[in-house]
């Protein structure tokens, strides 16, 4: 009988009250089981961290369920089998799963999307070819719907979210906005082929933005909320359409921010300019899309006409400090963990 | 040689800081002069009196440029032909125009729809068969888009729009909820056939609302904002589209409510439930929807399956008056002046 595998992990061990701190991340190990009939063993080989698992941390309602205490962390991954108890599935082959923060998890077989290393490199899966490239896709083409000509800015944009979302936009034919902190971010959009970069952390945002988007902003892809927004919103287009995808400055927010009250000039001004604003999870275009998004991004990526960039730290046990860079903005394209 | 026509009409004396007072309008008498080649001369017998006119009195940038002081109030009216310099036009003719808060009005005789009193009383197309109509039908069917057993909650609720968007969504298989601001009007939500019907200024809205829609609310047509909206955001469900018509509450304000500033909460719910906000004016949806607008409306009507409600005061010089009870919520049905 051979040694039982042991499975570091990573779990919830409290709620973070704002930025996440060292003590609310349980690092343990425990023994592994052998697959059960239809299960995998799988080794987690990269580990996806997202902005999204922030909100999944607190019990606030949201889209998802909220994580429990002692939970393991939860995130997209991409595995290698280890030992199979299901057809179809043999020890070696690299499949899409959602191990969450740990080196080994068990999972049915039919969960998983199974990769081939020929098309494009796996860890894509968890970036340009998996959710975040599919969360652009979707929220830019069913609700941003950028026509040419037309400019569609995004902020975050050198995330793996906004820079699809800026490299589809040209695709598309419409002139492309990117904003982004700091000045290596901003020489990075120049290199992807945006139109405009911008750095939210330079003095007069508004100015340079109106220099930017001289015709105004017809989709505004939005991933951060906080003063982007602020800046972005009086130069929306009338019938402009703001895809709500994300609001990165407000996740680690303890306080609501202090007053006057704007929600209500945010409601006068969708009226005044027949504003259309959508919040929306890439889960509801998956059935409707996911195959065309497959088809048209590995064709993009293979031809250079999306280029993707990920940002990879060795070792399960800095994902918490990784995370919280993340959150920060402290990372350049898709935030990887490789585990194994 | 006949004695020249003499107008009475109602101009912007001031731009108004908060609600319009007195001084605010200026009532003058000026000569009519006599329709140039291609014009009619046009006697008002019906002034609409809309919530919109209220924005156009400020300067703030919004969908329609403002009226300039001295400029006649604008508005929409049911006028007969008087005197007629264009072909296909006679003196008796009832038409819709936009003719303002004045006695008499010269018109492009193109730009006039033509009414028959048999198939409507006239008033209505400044009502339930013309913009405010056409207002809840375009909003309520081209955003709102309800389906059958899904819960539609609209506020001002017994205005022209309100209650044609209750029963329009009734007529859609949908269940109806009405918010009014007193027990009167309360009682004639329930006349309409709407399914729930709630005073606002009565305690403990949001649990009385709650009762209503058990099942949560699919879609918000937003008249009013403010309070109402506060209450019905936190019920909204899951893909909930909101058309924002009208924010009545806010019009008369002159400045911003205390903090805190909760704007990014309300970005929040939107990306939290994956809500559509879009704002709208009906203009857009002319061309696409108006003439079934006409048809479905007109055969609604005569059925009986739309009832609607003319609150009528007498007199030009009363306009003024009228609209500050209008915008205050003293009216019931479509407010309208009978100017001759």
Redesign the interface.
């Known amino acids: 009988m051979s040694t039982p595998l042991r499975n570091r992990r990573i779990r919830l061990a409290a709620r973070p009250h704002g930025e996440p701190v060292p003590d609310d991340f349980l690092h343990d190990v425990v023994e592994m089981p052998s697959p059960e009939p239809g299960q995998v063993l799988l080794r987690t080989r990269y580990l996806s961290l997202d902005p999204y698992v922030r909100?999944r941390m607190s019990d606030?309602?949201?889209?998802a369920a909220p994580m429990e205490v002692g939970d393991v962390i939860v995130g997209g991954t991409v595995s290698e089998v280890v030992e199979s108890a299901a057809d179809g599935c043999s020890p070696g082959d690299l499949v899409l799963s959602y191990g969450g923060w740990q080196e080994y998890s068990l999972e049915p077989a039919d969960r998983l999307r199974r990769l081939d290393p020929s098309v494009a490199p796996v860890a894509t899966a968890l970036g340009v070819l998996g959710m975040p490239g599919f969360t652009a896709y979707a929220g830019l083409l069913a609700i941003g719907k950028p026509q040419p000509g037309e400019t569609v800015a995004v902020a975050a944009a050198t995330g793996p979210v906004g820079s699809a979302v800026g490299q589809i936009a040209k695709l598309h034919g419409a002139r492309a906005v990117g904003i982004a902190g700091g000045e290596d971010k901003v020489a990075h959009l120049r290199e992807l082929g945006f139109d405009a970069a911008l750095d939210h952390r330079a003095p007069d945002l508004p100015g340079r933005l109106a220099d930017a988007a001289p015709d105004g902003i017809d989709v505004y892809f939005?991933n951060v909320?906080?003063a982007v927004?602020d800046t972005v919103l009086p130069q929306l287009n009338?019938?402009a359409r703001v895809p709500?995808?994300?609001?990165a400055?407000?996740y680690n927010?303890t306080?609501?921010?202090?007053?006057?009250?704007?929600?209500?000039?945010?409601?006068?001004?969708?009226?005044?300019?027949?504003?259309?604003?959508?919040?929306?999870?890439q889960r509801?275009f998956v059935e409707a899309m996911f195959e065309d998004f497959l088809r048209d991004m590995t064709d993009w990526v293979a031809d250079g006409k999306v280029q993707h960039t990920e940002d990879i730290t060795e070792g399960l046990e800095r994902a918490p400090e990784v995370f919280v860079g993340m959150l920060n903005g402290r990372n350049l394209g898709k935030t990887l963990i490789q585990v194994s």
Do not use: Q
């Open positions: 909100g606030a309602k949201s889209y939005e909320g906080g927004w009338e019938f709500v995808c994300g609001l400055a407000n927010a306080s609501l921010p202090e007053g006057p009250d704007r929600s209500g000039l945010l409601m006068g001004a969708m009226l005044s300019r027949s504003l259309t604003l959508r919040g929306f999870i509801e």
